[in-house]
């Protein structure tokens, strides 16, 4: 039997809320399709924002969401996207295949309006590839100068006296690759142009808009000797002479599932899912490497003895992450994939990897969140269905803005990958207004787990949820939309230790205990 203990007299780090932020780009059938339909569509919507992508969303509650891209990012002009709709330039889509003419209909106002329906704060990631240092400035002056400038009236006469107040600002994306195959000397030279050129806002009382948050691009997760030299060489740079503000590092990791022309998405082996859960976990050492580098990075920045200086408090940001598998030949748009309770049992463990990182890393956003790679939700025609990932992000609510809760875990491990080790239970837990919230994870693909849960004081079990126990295959379609939704789980069984519990097979367990 595998053993959970929860030492909750010893309070770790507080669990980021911004750890469960989503991802949305100009890419396949994300914004078009998934979020934007137009006003004059036969799909509900609002202002012509798909009403249930809000209302699913709404309750998801992504604290952060980042547009417009990823790479998309690297060659959007924002002045496409505002004004009068009807007078937008088109523009060409050729991102990762979508081939198809861009409208520009879903802009600057319309993110603006669809985050404060779904009640997220913006993550705008600038042009570095195509753009200029003025270009992204004056986005900055027109989203956020109070008013009196000629960018503010514009922005009040296209419908928002108010300024949005956007806090959280990328300067390119992915600049080691496709946001202009750079050096990271040559990138780091860049941020230092575009990061000195920002404006700063607002007052003291209100820093989030004094203070603008910028992102620069950290390394590519998935390459080990190139992720090491970039953030090397990207701090070694950056801490020369004087250094503009630097808020976060973001760092990129895709579980890639593209080499097996025999796993299919919805159709896979019993070798197949567990490698590419155990491909997930590689995440916790980069993330371990990547902040010890930047530390490093971050100690050269020369200083009077005793000051704090820009850059000082920089943590790494994960601004894409989740599975990329080979995209289907029917695939209806784009990197369009389906989702399967593979997808929720890896997006629950790099969830569990954020959680137990969190004094290491801020902000993290799931790629995407609407009918591209690892989404949460799936748009068919008029219907939306809700994945398993959708699940799994809900049930691990309760963890935002909660202490990590220290666990000792026994347990066996039941495949070794090149990548990491799948255990037979994983687990995370957190305390909130005297409530432990506990998670566990059986990632067996055939066999249920009995697991014991010892604490360290009294607990009194308050309720439980449960997501799979059915095929690991298993996926939710517009004709069986709840084939995986979330069930009551049923209760541990209090016993001399603590309390017993069996986990279904390929299954996520969310418990609550009162302390
Ligand atoms: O999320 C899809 C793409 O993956 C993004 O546009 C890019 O940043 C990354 O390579």
Not at 142 to 158: D, S
Request: glycine share 10%; net charge negative; charged share 25%.
């Amino acid at each position: 039997m595998d053993k959970i203990e929860l030492i909750t007299g010893e309070s770790g780090p507080v669990v980021d809320e911004r750890l469960h932020s989503q991802f949305i780009e100009f890419l396949g059938a994300c914004i078009a399709e998934g979020i934007w339909v137009g006003e004059d569509s036969e799909i509900p919507n609002i202002h012509g924002l798909r009403r249930d992508t809000v209302e699913a969303l709404r309750e998801l509650q992504p604290p952060v969401v980042r547009w417009p891209g990823g790479c998309f990012a690297d060659t959007y002009h924002w002045r496409d996207g505002i004004g009068e709709r009807a007078k937008r330039p088109v523009t060409y889509n050729n991102n990762f295949g979508t081939r198809s003419l861009e409208y520009n209909q879903f802009g600057t106002h319309e993110f603006m309006e669809f985050c404060r329906l779904i009640g997220a704060k913006p993550w705008f990631n600038g042009n570095v590839l195509s753009g200029s240092v003025g270009e992204l400035r004056e986005w900055a002056e027109y989203c956020n100068r109070g008013k009196g400038t000629a960018l503010a009236e514009e922005r009040a006469e296209n419908g928002s006296a108010e300024p949005f107040g956007v806090e959280y600002w990328g300067i390119g994306n992915e600049s080691w690759g496709g946001g202009g195959c750079y050096t990271a000397q040559g990138y780091a030279e860049e941020y230092r142009k575009y990061a000195s050129a920002f404006p700063s806002f607002g007052t003291p009382e209100k820093p989030f808009s004094s203070g603008m948050k910028l992102i620069a691009v950290g390394p590519d997760g998935n390459k080990p000797q190139e992720r090491v030299a970039w953030t090397k060489d990207f701090f070694e740079a950056f801490s020369q002479y004087r250094q503009p503000p630097l808020y976060g590092y973001d760092l990129h990791f895709y579980n890639w599932n593209i080499q097996d022309p025999e796993d299919r998405i919805t159709a896979f082996s019993e070798e197949a899912w567990y490698r590419v859960i155990s491909g997930c976990l590689e995440l916790e050492d980069v993330i371990e490497e990547q902040y010890c580098l930047l530390q490093e990075g971050v100690s050269k920045i020369r200083r009077p003895e005793g000051w704090q200086v820009s850059g000082d408090n920089c943590r790494l940001v994960v601004g894409e992450w989740g599975n990329w598998h080979r995209p289907p030949e029917d695939a209806p748009s784009a990197l369009w994939q389906q989702c399967t309770m593979r997808d929720a049992v890896t997006s629950a463990l790099t969830l569990d990897i954020f959680h137990r990182n969190c004094g290491k890393v801020s902000m993290a956003c799931a790629a995407q969140a609407v009918n591209v790679l690892n989404s949460v939700l799936l748009t068919f025609g008029d219907k939306t269905v809700k994945t398993p990932n959708y699940y799994v992000f809900q049930m691990y609510k309760e963890h935002r803005n909660a202490k990590a809760v220290k666990l000792n875990v026994t347990s066996e491990t039941l495949f070794r990958g090149e990548k990491g080790k799948v255990e037979s239970v994983f687990a995370f837990a957190s305390c909130k207004a005297g409530k432990v919230t506990v998670n566990l994870v059986n990632p067996s693909y055939r066999e249920e787990r009995e697991v014991l849960l010892c604490f360290d004081s009294k607990a009194e079990y308050c309720s439980g949820q449960q997501l799979g126990g059915m095929d690991p295959t298993a996926h939710n379609t517009p004709e069986q939309p709840d084939a995986v939704s979330i069930q009551e789980a049923p209760s541990p069984a209090a016993c001399e230790e603590g309390w017993r519990t069996v986990l279904p097979k390929a299954s996520i367990t969310v418990y609550q205990f009162r302390l």
